[in-house]
Every structure is written in C-alpha cells, then in structure tokens.
C-alpha cells in the first residue's frame, strides 16, 4: 500500500545546500551583488546576432528555482526563436500599442513614459533572438481534467520573472520587459491554455553595438527612499 501523506506529515531533507560566509565577506559579496545589478539597463535596441540556447535554458532553470505559491509553480516560459512568429507577434503587439498610445492610455501615464521614449513601433520584438513569454497559470489542470488552484500567482510569477531577468544579465545579454495590452493575442499565436494568463513579453539578446538608453531609467531612488529600518 502507498503511503498518505496526510497521516505521516510533509516530508523533510536537511538544509544541505545553504552556505554562511563571514560578516566580512557577507558584506563583499552584497557590494559586489549590487554592482552587477546596477549595470543592468533596459535595451531597447537588440543585435540579431545569434545567442547560444543553453544560455536561455540555463537562465530558465534559475527562474525555475523561485520561492512561490505552495510550491505548485505557477508559471509557464514559452520561448521564441522563429522568425516567422516573431514577426507575428510584432504585428499583434504593435497594433495593441497603437490603441494604447492614440486612444487607450491616460494623458498622465503618457507624460510618465515621454522621458523613456517610447511609442508604438517595437523592431525589437524582430531583431532580438529570443522573446520569452511569462504565462501565468491561474489553476493547474490534473490529469483527470479536474483543477488544482494556484496561490499568489501573480507574486510568485513575478518572483520568478525577476530571478530570469538577473540570471541574462549575469551571462551577459540585455532584456526588456515588454508589456502590450491587452496580451490575449500570445495565447493564440503560442497555442497556451486558456488556464494560462500573459504575463509579460520579455526581449532577450546582446544589445545593439549603437544601442542608447535613456538617461532617465539610470536615476534610481535612494536607499533612504526605498527602505526603512527599525532597530
């Protein structure tokens, strides 16, 4: 007979993968973690030059590593190298952010993106090697077809979302977080499930060798901005 779980409780392991450092070394390893981070930029101006698909996978298992919901993973990483599709997609997106720009978006938010210089066209979506589209799974599906639900989705996709961003930093690639809306289209052109929900679009590849960036992203609150402390 197999065991129910229910009765004997959650099985454990010991914590063998966790390493302390001395507070000295603590306190290196924090500074230089933030001066990796810190040279991260959003690109919008993407080379076509090819990147090697271990890379992506790579980054994908960092993202897979995320604390979430549970433990049931809610997330989904369709991922895209085609041409074809990617030019699918530019179009689908590109129509979306033609409505968001001329009808969709309040006179306040365009003012808070005019610095960044942004507009409807996204090249990008075609010259970037990969795009990556973040599902999140709103329930999960067992095999009977009856629905598993999912808890703090949105967290734990976003979690995840940000552990991919910094793992194709770390190797060495530019990203954007892309965001047209409504995304309904990439369900569709992907063929994902309706339990699935778009998420964001995320740009991945090495930056264009003329690429410029605003100089408005560069300025980041700080720490006294960000955080408080009660000792």
Same mark, same amino acid.
Do not use: C
């Given at each position: ?23 000295? %070394?603590?306190? @290196?390893? #924090?500074?230089?973690?933030?001066? +990796?981070?810190?040279? $991260? &930029?959003?690109? !919008? /101006? ?41 030019? %699918?997609?530019? @179009?689908? #997106?590109?129509?979306?952010?033609? +409505?968001?720009?001329? $009808? &969709?978006?309040? !006179? /306040? ?123």
């Amino acid at each position: 007979m197999g065991v129910d779980e229910s009765d004997t409780g959650p099985q454990l392991a010991p914590l063998e993968s966790y390493r302390e450092y001395p507070p000295d %070394e603590m306190i @290196r390893r #924090a500074v230089d973690f933030h001066a +990796e981070v810190a040279r $991260r &930029r959003t690109v !919008r /101006e993407f080379s076509d030059r090819p990147v090697p698909r271990e890379v992506i996978e790579h980054a994908l298992r960092a993202a897979g590593t995320a604390p979430n919901g549970a433990n049931l993973q809610p997330w989904h990483f369709a991922v895209v190298a085609n041409p074809g599709l990617k030019a %699918e997609i530019r @179009r689908a #997106a590109e129509a979306e952010e033609q +409505e968001f720009y001329e $009808r &969709r978006a309040p !006179r /306040e938010w365009l003012e808070a993106l005019a610095p960044l210089g942004t507009d409807p066209e996204k090249p990008f979506l075609e010259h970037a090697p990969y795009l990556i589209a973040i599902f999140e799974q709103r329930y999960g599906i067992r095999p009977d077809g009856s629905r598993i639900k999912h808890y703090y989705v949105t967290e734990s996709v976003g979690i995840a979302t940000g552990i991919l961003i910094t793992a194709l930093h770390h190797a060495g690639l530019a990203t954007l977080t892309h965001t047209p809306s409504p995304m309904g289209f990439l369900n569709d052109l992907l063929g994902r499930p309706d339990n699935e929900r778009p998420f964001l679009l995320l740009v991945a590849g090495y930056p264009a060798p003329d690429a410029r960036v605003p100089e408005a992203a560069g300025r980041k609150k700080p720490l006294d901005e960000i955080a408080s402390f009660r000792d």
